[in-house]
């Protein structure tokens, strides 16, 4: 993929998921996290293949590359990597494979250092209509609480 192709399709994926996002600024989740891992460690579980297989139990692909597709939880849940700070900000667009076609949301993580662990920020935004009650267990099932898990 050509440098030209790959900012096009971004520009296109970032456009897409922004217009769904904002159809509905209602449908948004907002959590917030401790962990008793460092910044740096958290980023890595949510962004190395090896680590996010881990903590979830499941297989993970990610290409740590802005642009870089993902797919996590044995294919369930696919993107693409927007923006990076490391050990800082993770922004993608996410979509769960069974949304109807070109339905994708918007997820942030904000890390900040907290003592000795990390304070996660979270917004996830965008997402079709009537999953937030679903949504919010999800993250706290498959994310938070094995994140949490792994790092004690």
Request: proline share 3%; glycine share 8%.
């Amino acid at each position: 993929m050509t440098r030209r192709h790959l900012v096009t399709t971004l520009i296109s994926l970032i456009a897409s998921c922004i217009i769904s996002a904002q159809s509905d600024k209602s449908i948004t989740i907002h959590q917030e996290i401790e962990f008793s891992a460092t910044p740096q460690q958290v980023y890595e579980a949510l962004l190395g293949n090896k680590k996010f297989t881990e903590f979830s139990g499941r297989p993970a692909e990610i290409n740590r590359e802005v642009g870089g597709a993902f797919s996590l939880f044995k294919g369930h849940i696919v993107g693409r990597n927007l923006e990076f700070v490391p050990n800082q900000r993770i922004v993608q667009a996410w979509r769960v494979v069974r949304w109807p076609e070109g339905a994708c949301s918007i997820v942030r993580f904000e890390l900040k250092s907290q003592g000795s662990g990390t304070y996660l920020v979270f917004d996830h935004i965008g997402f079709p209509e009537g999953l937030h009650d679903h949504l919010v267990a999800g993250w706290e099932e498959n994310y938070w609480s094995l994140l949490k898990k792994y790092f004690d």
